[in-house]
């Protein structure tokens, strides 16, 4: 068979149309297959003449498929009447994707396809969803991006189509790239999904490990952005530092309180009237504010600053004028600018679909951006959010006041009020006075309104409920209802352009809301506006874990919640699992008492010591996030992409792994003092004290103490973890202090590791050969490192290396550097013999000189 083929598909017209009420069937269509890579397949459903949407090139580029590929780990293979076809994986002969027999209609608004499933599967992704990482077998997952605050169950801020399969122990993925909503039923011993635009277009990769299955979808949609050092310290945010005197405020209690913290985030606060691009004239004067910016600077400490997409409306305010000159705002359907109400009163919202908007939102950015030099870039409300259901219309006039929440508020609480003001009921009424004609309007009720009510908000709400309508349209009448889920990713994308532009020697670092496939070429998440409750702590957990099959893995929850009061004990349990998120931010609401570390004064301890083993990890935490960015590994992993064949590990979402060797096992219930966990195969270490927890050749749930202090961390036997040698106050001050190794020896008494080194900040692809990839490979006492060392600023040497799990000490320890060897004094060596823990300390290696040798004379 060939490896790219087309086929023309004639559906038969069976004895009635099934589902009339949906529409009718288009029953011309083609089949695109192309045998991509060895491990990759795509198969495209669509309409003969190509007419129908499709996601363009432009907003998310894909891999191309390889023309030099002979061998292909799959077979295809289909059936025309009735219409299906299968993917075979030809190692194990194992059927990954099955339509044959299955029901197949494709209609203008409803598409419905479905591929069989084995009993007991174990299907992960879907979503953005709140809730467990395995999927549940009779529930249905919807595919829509919606501002609501982390109801369970629901679909929230991102549209990611993905999903991968654990089928006995061995991995496959399946992607539909597709915009449209949708939902995903998994139920009756099949997926099936019901899909109400667009074409199929289906990617599929065989793996056969779950790693593998990541790296070939990051491989299609883009790798993740490298990110910056700085990103992994510790951020402090909250909506409510409404004046530059509560910022230095809180710096300075960070700073008395020495608790690591590099970042300093601001909300709308500093905005004039919540005013996208201005700062508030009274509470932080450009001035000023740039002076507590440089301060922060001088600190080595950054400063995030949130943007909004919506533009208020307001003449002679410049980036509404310049919009409207150039027309650069979404239509609603009479052509007229689509206007929502969001924070700042009524607002229009940029069309990313137009060819002018790029130098628009660059030079927007260009102009705020030097009065103050702000370093990071936070995106939110960009599903598009608005406090309406649909368009203003005629009422814009009377919703022009500022609406924050009060007293016990949430956000949701406050829009809820606002949209039963102001009805979408009343914005038909008003379409109607403006003699909208009757075509129009019967397309609004076919897009605003389809056949087939997908289950938004898990009520089937209509498309158009606290956004855009669904007939409003971009440049070259693009509707938001083909585009609807790209508004965020496109934003984002649209944003790290701005920045390259600007600062091309700086990597940008942005922070969006809402994300699609490949968002994380371009931005971090976090897991929006979750509650100060034990439920959200936990499902903070599988959330992370989603993201990093999504291949966005700076990803992070709002430690501590972001509605509610938290209480002591949850942010103590919520800062030592935080320490371990790979974006680790404290923020909360407006109306809310502070939560800040220092709050309490048991957490203000707790929260320093464990951000404390946070910054020294994190040489280790940037290596693994190089991996991800030259390879798609990553960074976080459930226990069953350690252990895929083993079923005691397929339903684990409450552990996890950071990289390939430490096990994170937290606390996630009240008055806990012990915590029941999982441990894979091997030999485990705790990772402070060397003591073996158990080794053996067969995984083990084990309960352990977990006093309040305390969440467990241990190292698996085989690895090398690179460390700081001791944590300060910024991840800059931290770079200084060197690095040190952990060598956690398996029952071979072997181990190997990597660690990767540069500026932290240099674009990855200006750095050339300005970095250094160190590979490490211990068994027993002998330690070798070998690789490239061409970065020679900050902490390249190593001065102290701790052994778990040696067997013996003696004789002399030598270092040798290339011809040069360096005796070890016996006053720089601790040997623990009861628990084999062996610390070298002086050592002083530089690594400007290359390669060392760490063994017995």
Known sequence: MSSNYDIKLNIPKNNKNIIPEFGADINDLSLTVEYQTPYRIRVCISDVEEKR????????????????????????????????????????????????????????????ISTKLPKKSNIYGLGEITGPLKREEGKRTTIWTRDAPCPVGENVYGAHPFYMELRKGKAHGVFLFNSNGMDILYEDGKLTYKVIGGILDFYIFLGPSPIEVVEQYSELIGYPCLIPYWSLGFHQCRWGYNTILKLEDMVDQYKEAKIPMDVVWIDIDYMDSYKLFTYDPTRFPVDKFSEFVAKLHQNHQKFVAIVDPGVKVEKGYKPYDEGVEKNLFIKRADGKDYMGKVWPGITVFP????????????????????????????????????????????????????????????????????????????????????????????????????????????????LFTRTSPMDAFHHTGITEYNAHNLFGHMEASMTHRALRTIRPEKRPFILSRST????????AHWLGDNYSQWDNLIHSIPGML?????????????????NGKCEEELAIRWIQLGAFYPFSRNHNMINMPGQECYQWEKVKQISKNW??????????????????????????????????????????????????GLLITPVTTEKAIKVKGYYPSGIWYDFFTG???????????KEIDAPLEIIPVHIHGGKIIPLHCRASLTT??????????????????????????????????????????????????????????????????????????????????????????????????????????????????DLKNGGFTLSYK
Not at 359 to 378: A, C, K, M, N
Not at 396 to 407: A, L, R, W, Y
């Open 53 to 112: 949407w499709r996601i363009p090139d432009s907003v998310v580029p894909l891999d191309k498929a390889r023309s030099d590929v002979k061998e292909f780990n799959y077979d295809f293979g289909y059936e025309n009447n009735p219409f299906g076809f299968y993917v075979n994986r030809k190692s194990d002969g194992e059927k990954v994707f099955d339509t044959i027999s299955e029901r197949f209609i494709f209609k203008d608004q409803y598409i419905e």
């Open 351 to 462: 069309d990313w679909f137009h060819p002018e908007v790029e130098q628009y939102w660059t030079e927007s950015f260009r102009h705020w951006l030097s009065q103050v030099p702000i370093d990071g870039i936070w995106i939110d409300m960009n599903e598009i959010a608005s406090f309406i259901d649909g368009d203003l219309g005629n009422l814009s006039h009377q919703v022009n006041e500022v609406f924050i929440p009060t007293g016990d508020q949430t956000v949701d609480d406050m829009a809820n009020t606002v949209v039963n003001r102001f009805s979408i009921t009343q914005t038909i009424k008003n379409l109607f006075s403006k003699l909208v004609c009757i075509i129009t309007f019967k397309k609004y009720l076919s897009v605003n309104n389809p056949p087939y009510a997908i289950n938004n908000a898990g009520i089937e709400a209509p």
């Open 516 to 523: 699609f496939p490949s968002s994380g070429r371009y931005t």
């Open 546 to 562: 989603a993201f990093q099959l999504f291949s966005i893995p700076l990803v992070g929850a709002d430690i501590c919640g972001f």
């Open 611 to 660: 951000l404390e083993v946070r910054y020294t990890l994190l040489p280790y935490w940037y290596t693994t996030f190089y991996h991800a960015a030259i390879k798609g590994t990553p960074v976080l992993r459930p226990l069953w992409f350690m252990e895929p064949e083993n079923e005691d590990t397929w339903n684990i979402d409450q552990q996890f792994l950071v990289g390939e």
């Open 691 to 701: 003591v073996k927890l158990l080794q053996g050749d067969k995984g083990q749930w």
């Open 732 to 845: 800059f001050e931290s770079r200084a202090n060197g690095i040190k190794l952990l060598v956690a020896l398996d029952k071979e008494g072997k181990a190997k590791g990597g660690l990767y080194l540069d500026d932290g900040e240099t674009p990855l692809e200006q750095i050339k050969d300005k970095y250094t990839f160190i590979n490490f490979i211990a068994e027993d006492f002998a330690l070798k490192c070998n690789g490239i060392f061409g970065y020679e600023d900050q902490g390249t040497f190593i001065d102290e290396i701790i052994i778990f799990g040696t067997s013996k000490y003696e004789g002399q320890l030598i270092v040798k550097i290339g011809e040069n060897e360096k005796s070890i004094e016996k006053e720089n060596i601790e040997w623990e013999k009861d628990i084999g823990k062996l610390a070298i300390k002086g050592l002083g290696i």
